[in-house]
Every structure is written in structure tokens, then in C-alpha cells.
């Protein structure tokens, strides 16, 4: 399978409770900035594309916005889980072109159940949001553009989809 065809699907608030940003010093819609500005990263490196799903507390209807990350608001009776459930769940046998990230078991199971990738939430701040990623770290500190054995074998990993 192409790596570069795969797609994160991230269950939003989930991500941001688990970077546990300074909840009192930000309002949501900052925290959510500084989330996206991150994951922005996170795509230039992966070159996955990225769909963040939150809740639509108060819509009536499903907003979506278009950029270089999906923005997914659901309606006010839908969770962000129930919508990636659904979603996955429409995608049938493309489904394995998803990665999905939340730490929800529900969500991760249903994942699972249709050939999804899943990752909690944890684990995509240590594998991709630390700083400890190779190629982001690469990026800021290589002096000769080389990757290190330990690189190369981190990027192996992440390729053949190994923990």
C-alpha cells in the first residue's frame, strides 16, 4: 500500500486533552490554532493528509472546512466519535488508507473492525507532536542532510507501519 495515499483521521478534543496545552491561559479556539499549526508539521513530513474531527457543540449540520487540514465541526447531536465511526465505516474497503487517532476504545475498535490503522493519541504527540520525530528533527538540526542510522531505522519503522 502507498504510504503517501493513507490519511490521518484525528478525533480532535481527544488529541488536544491528551498535549494537555494550558487549558486556563487559552480559549478553545487557540488551542485548537496551536493544535493545527503542529499538525501542519506533521504533514509536511508525513505528506499524509489530515482530517481533525471535533464536536459541533450548537450546529445543526455538519460544518467542513477545506485547507491544508480538514476541519470537521459535527452537529450538535453527533459526537466527533460517532462520526468517525460512521465515516470509517463508509469508507468499506478504502478504510485501510486511514489512520484513525484517539485514545477511545470504542473508536478504535470500530477502526479495527473495518481494516483502519488506529493510534491513540499519546502515541501520535510521541511519534509525530514531541520533537523526538525523525525527520522533524532532521529538519532542524541535520548539518549535512544525512539521516543517522537510528533515523533511518525509525523511518523504516514508520513505514512498514511497526510500532
Not at 44 to 58: A, F, K, L, P
Not at 130 to 151: F, I, K, Q, V, Y
Amino acid at each position: 500500500m502507498n504510504r503517501s495515499l493513507r490519511e490521518f483521521l484525528i478525533d480532535g478534543y481527544n488529541l488536544l486533552h491528551a498535549l494537555k496545552l494550558n487549558q486556563n491561559d487559552l480559549t478553545l479556539e487557540q488551542q485548537r490554532e496551536q493544535l493545527e499549526t503542529r499538525l501542519l508539521e506533521v504533514q509536511n513530513v508525513s505528506r499524509q493528509r489530515i482530517t481533525v474531527v471535533y464536536d459541533g457543540q450548537g450546529r445543526q449540520s455538519p460544518r467542513t472546512e477545506q485547507g491544508a487540514i480538514t476541519r470537521v465541526f459535527t452537529p450538535s447531536r453527533i459526537t466527533a466519535d460517532d462520526w468517525i465511526m460512521d465515516y470509517i465505516g463508509s469508507r468499506g474497503g478504502n478504510a485501510g488508507l486511514f489512520t484513525v487517532v484517539s485514545s477511545d476504545r470504542m473508536i478504535t475498535s470500530h477502526a479495527k473492525a473495518y481494516g483502519a490503522a488506529r493510534m491513540t493519541s499519546q502515541r501520535f504527540i510521541d511519534r509525530w507532536l514531541s520533537g523526538r520525530t525523525p525527520a522533524l528533527n532532521a529538519s532542524r538540526t541535520a548539518t549535512d542532510g544525512r539521516l543517522s542510522d537510528r533515523e533511518v531505522s525509525a523511518w523504516l519503522q514508520i513505514f512498514e507501519g511497526k510500532p
